[in-house]
């Protein structure tokens, strides 16, 4: 692009349309000012920055410094008439050279940024208020410059790599190699022409996250083609270069026959690799050649678990690895077959040996293996290790994997301990067992450890007037997940839901029949924060513990977890997953389902009465009691008039009168309730349509779900309490919900 432009007639204009007074003026000036700033940053600001120019992008900034000079040189007289002729030839020749760091430039931008701040236009406004036709002078240039920094720059970065694409194929265009940072998915053309010529799908083996080491696994098959490009290592060291970016950049700018022929080169490569070649024919990722990577995730996770990276055999050598395994082998069949399954010995044994011929996902080997590492090696992941590994997955090396975990939970425990360290972490293999053999196991069977698990919640709840006999239902809510039968934890879903329904209800009541005199100050919190603050997992947790629940709770394992996440079925439990990390969520829930379990033998009333006892002793000071009034206290109660048309029936039913706020709260708690004990909680169904929005259960109990009336059934509880409500209106809400399973 030429720099020799007439000027002729410009004088300083465009840039600064000012009068010949103010340019002499600023040129007597000028030599008296101070060092100017070289920086261009304030300029783009003001003039360039609204059209998309980053003044924050060096190389912008570049572009934008050479456009400026060239104008200031050959499109007006600003840099001769500030540099004087002699210095302004030098200028020119040093621009034209490409010397734009030069000092006689750098010169002229500080003469040039003292304009920028210091001119007037004849208005009185500064230059910076009128510079709306800078931007079209510029942008060429701009353009212009910027893409030869940006060619230079790829010319100087990628020299080794171009020269090897030059012949592969010749022209690429220089912007194929700009933005490749995103290592985004090859476009559907390119990824089916592999399908096509290679049988391999290239964006589905290369895109899982199913793996121990996922976050290195783009970086992995990144890694192998652009070695596959330009095997340099030190070449690539600190190149962020997506080699898929890149293929995708071609396609685009230059054509998809081009990309193809890029790819076939990088299959020729990758095919000189066996192992590669080798997951390419059986469609699996190519990141899996990375073993090394393989090897050091496994063992940071075996560290990470509080074991040896040892427990990874065959990876890495074992000192005293025979002595190891035989104490470890003897540990785990000692515990298996004398502490878990006593008196089915043979069927267990015939069952190890028989899984060594299935192939059927899980085997027992994927969960020892499971056990041992903490991991469930997934299937592609077990090809590809099976391929690249084999004497990973021998029965031999999964064997003693387990026997090594067996070792090294013994040298880190003592003898009780060890009891339930072992049956936490094997339990997947006899929770396997138990469902396949159909058996349970002696600590499912074990009558002792309920029966003081009992005698301890008894214990418990009759310091607090509550007295209990021995129930199927008061075992399964202290009993933990892995201790568990299938009937028992069956029971589960069925407290936890009534007892949640139970507890929320009298956190509720106690709100709503209690003045809050807070509620007229300027930061009163609101009544669902209220609520909320005293239903959440931690207030449930914090009664617990208060009365020592956990020493009734009964279980084999040193991780307590009311609910069990099979690992290996194929249907997933959030509620489960959601659960796992968390060490103290089983105090929650046992406290639910134990209120459960005492509504299901003594009553509702009886367990909404505890579990208002437990609140009020757990948050003394924000509960003291509940206050009924009736219509005829109205005269001799403080409380306000705000508060008693909340909770008297005959204010309540006048809709001007309602706050919103705590009915609904009451109303919809009282509706939950209705719910569990009217329809019971004892199938999925009923759960799901209970836990479901207000609206349905609305329906349901033929209310209304909004509040501009007071509905039926919530002012009769207003005026009759729960146990009329439940009386009068059950017969019509089990026919209602016949109705609905019928249609």
């Not at 690992?567 to 060490?583: A, E, M, P, Q, V």
């Not at 708690?669 to 569990?676: D, K, M």
């Not at 169904?685 to 329906?699: E, F, G, Q, T």
Request: charged residues 25%.
């Amino acid at each position: 692009m030429s720099s020799q432009i007439d000027k002729s007639g410009l004088a300083w204009s465009p840039f600064f349309p000012v009068t010949n007074e103010e340019k002499s003026a600023f040129l007597e000036k000028l030599p008296t000012l101070k060092n100017g700033k070289e920086s261009l940053s304030m300029f783009v600001f003001d003039a360039l920055y609204k059209h998309g120019y980053d003044y924050t992008d060096s190389d912008i900034l570049n572009a934008i410094k050479i456009s400026l000079l060239k104008s200031l040189l050959f499109r007006c007289d600003f840099a001769l008439d500030a540099l004087g002729e002699k210095s302004y030839k030098k200028a020119c020749e040093v621009f034209e050279n490409g010397e734009y760091c030069s000092d006689i430039l750098s010169e002229l931008i500080k003469c040039f940024n003292h304009a920028w701040g210091h001119l007037k236009l004849p208005n009185g406004k500064p230059v910076q208020m009128d510079c709306a036709h800078i931007y079209p002078l510029l942008k060429d240039d701009i353009s212009y410059y910027y893409s030869v920094i940006k060619n230079n720059q790829i010319d100087s970065k990628y020299a080794p790599l171009k020269s090897v694409i030059n012949q592969i194929v010749p022209s690429i265009n220089d912007a194929c190699y700009l933005n490749l940072k995103e290592k985004s998915k090859l476009n559907i053309e390119l990824n089916s022409y592999i399908i096509d010529t290679y049988s391999y799908d290239f964006n589905t083996a290369s895109n899982s996250t199913d793996y121990i080491y996922s976050e290195y696994f783009g970086n992995s098959v990144n890694d192998i083609l652009q070695l596959a490009l330009l095997n340099n290592k030190d070449f690539w060291k600190s190149k962020d270069f997506s080699v898929v970016a890149f293929l995708n950049n071609v396609a685009k700018n230059n054509d998809e026959i081009q990309a193809q022929k890029i790819i076939d080169y990088i299959f020729n490569e990758l095919k000189n690799d066996e192992s590669v070649s080798r997951l390419i024919k059986n469609n699996l990722s190519i990141g899996f050649s990375k073993i090394d990577i393989f090897k050091k995730k496994f063992k940071d996770f075996a560290i990470f678990n509080g074991t040896s990276y040892e427990i990874c055999y065959p990876f890495f050598e074992i000192e005293s690895e025979s002595a190891k395994i035989s104490e470890g082998k003897r540990i785990f069949e000692s515990f298996l077959y004398d502490c878990i399954y006593p008196n089915n010995k043979d069927l267990i044994t015939e069952k190890l040996i028989k899984s060594e011929k299935t192939d059927t996902f899980p085997t027992v080997f994927d969960i020892l293996d499971f056990c041992s590492l903490g991991y469930i090696i997934r299937n592609e992941e077990k090809q590809a290790l099976s391929i690249l590994l084999p004497d990973f997955f021998t029965y031999d090396a999964i064997w003693k994997r387990a026997y090594l975990k067996a070792y090294y939970l013994k040298s880190k425990a003592a003898q009780f301990s060890l009891n339930k360290k072992l049956y936490t972490c094997f339990y997947p293999l006899f929770h396997y067992l138990n469902r396949e053999l159909e058996i349970e196991s002696a600590v499912q069977l074990d009558i002792k450890s309920r029966q003081n698990g009992f005698n301890m919640l008894k214990r418990i709840l009759s310091e607090k007037d509550t007295e209990i006999s021995y129930s199927e239902y008061y075992v399964a809510s202290i009993i933990d997940g892995k201790s568990a039968t299938k009937i028992e934890a069956d029971l589960f879903p069925m407290l936890e839901l009534f007892g949640s329904a139970i507890y929320d209800f009298a956190v509720a009541e106690m709100i709503f029949y209690n003045p809050y005199y807070d509620d007229y100050t300027e930061n009163a919190k609101t009544v669902q924060f209220r609520f909320n603050s005293y239903t959440d997992k931690e207030a449930k947790i914090k009664i617990a513990k208060i009365i020592s629940l956990e020493k009734a709770y009964i279980s084999a394992s040193n991780v307590n977890n009311k609910y069990i996440y099979d690992y290996f079925s194929t249907t997933l439990d959030f509620k489960s997953i959601n659960n796992l990390g968390d060490n103290e969520i089983y105090l929650k829930q046992t406290l639910d389902m134990l209120l459960g379990a005492i509504a299901l033998d003594l009553g509702y009333n009886a367990s909404i009465k505890l579990a208002k006892r437990l609140i009020i002793d757990t948050f003394p000071t924000e509960f003291k009691t509940e206050a009924h009034y009736t219509q005829s206290d109205i005269e001799n109660v403080s409380a306000d008039i705000f508060y008693l048309s909340r909770i008297l029936p005959e204010l309540n039913s006048k809709p001007e009168s309602i706050d919103y706020e705590y009915n609904s709260l009451m109303r919809d708690n009282l509706y939950r309730l209705l719910g569990c004990i009217i329809l019971k909680t004892d199938t999925q169904s009923k759960r799901d349509l209970i836990s479901s929005s207000m609206n349905k259960l609305s329906v349901l109990l033929g209310d209304t779900p909004y509040l501009n009336t007071v509905s039926p059934i919530y002012h009769f509880y207003l005026n009759n309490g729960l146990d009329s409500t439940v009386d009068k209106y059950k017969n019509d809400i089990l026919l209602k919900y016949k109705t609905i399973i019928q249609s």
